[in-house]
């Protein structure tokens, strides 16, 4: 939910996230096609967590998946800056409540409630629904930690990604 991150840094990690519909929705294809569903949102680099609202002007974390209940699920909706090609994401508990970046306070992502007149807020609560930067390798899988579960690839697949190897070299 920030700007597109530039090639040669490990931002695209933190910008994908893996929509997952709500327990009434279908699967879907595209983003648009799950406008008024129900959704939650998986952050590609925390895999079984959900991202979750803690409350009005608080920001927005990231939570195992057993502990979001109702908090980590939205409801799409189209852009409210009025743009064809955006989404707005729109609490589930509290109406008229939307995901806000707040680009133009600089506080960071967080769930507000304001007036249908505000420009500002209507932009800042706008997000262009695309393919995400980084995606599963088949050949994935998710090794589960004590306190998070890490997504392990193919070295090879990373292309702008930061990682460490580690050699058994005791052997």
């Known amino acids: 939910?920030?700007?597109?991150?530039?090639?040669?840094?490990?931002?695209?990690?933190?910008?994908?996230?893996?929509?997952?519909p709500g327990k009434s929705a279908t699967k879907f294809t595209t983003l648009t096609d799950a406008i008024g569903k129900t959704v939650m949102l998986e952050p590609y680099d925390h895999p079984g967590m959900r991202v979750i609202y803690?409350?009005?002007e608080h920001p927005l974390t990231v939570v195992g998946?057993?502990?979001?209940g109702s908090s980590c699920v939205f409801v799409v909706v189209p852009g409210l800056d009025g743009h064809k090609e955006t989404i707005s994401l729109e609490s589930k508990s509290y109406n008229g409540c939307f995901v806000h970046?707040?680009?133009?306070?600089?506080?960071?992502?967080?769930?507000?409630?304001?007036?249908?007149?505000?420009?500002?807020?209507?932009?800042?609560?706008?997000?262009?629904?695309?393919r995400g930067?980084?995606?599963?390798?088949?050949?994935?899988?998710?090794?589960?930690?004590?306190?998070?579960?890490?997504?392990?690839?193919?070295?090879?697949?990373?292309?702008?990604?930061?990682?460490?190897?580690?050699?058994?070299?005791?052997?």
């Open 133 to 171: 930067i980084s995606k599963y390798n088949p050949i994935s899988f998710v090794a589960k930690g004590a306190n998070r579960n890490f997504l392990l690839e193919p070295l090879l697949a990373f292309r702008d990604e930061s990682y460490t190897a580690y050699f058994n070299i005791k052997g």
């Open 54 to 56: 803690q409350g009005m």
């Open 1 to 20: 939910m920030q700007k597109l991150p530039v090639p040669g840094t490990d931002l695209a990690l933190h910008a994908t996230f893996r929509v997952i």
């Open 65 to 68: 998946s057993s502990l979001g």
């Open 101 to 130: 970046s707040g680009l133009h306070s600089g506080r960071g992502v967080k769930l507000s409630c304001k007036t249908s007149s505000d420009a500002t807020f209507k932009q800042s609560a706008s997000f262009i629904a695309k």
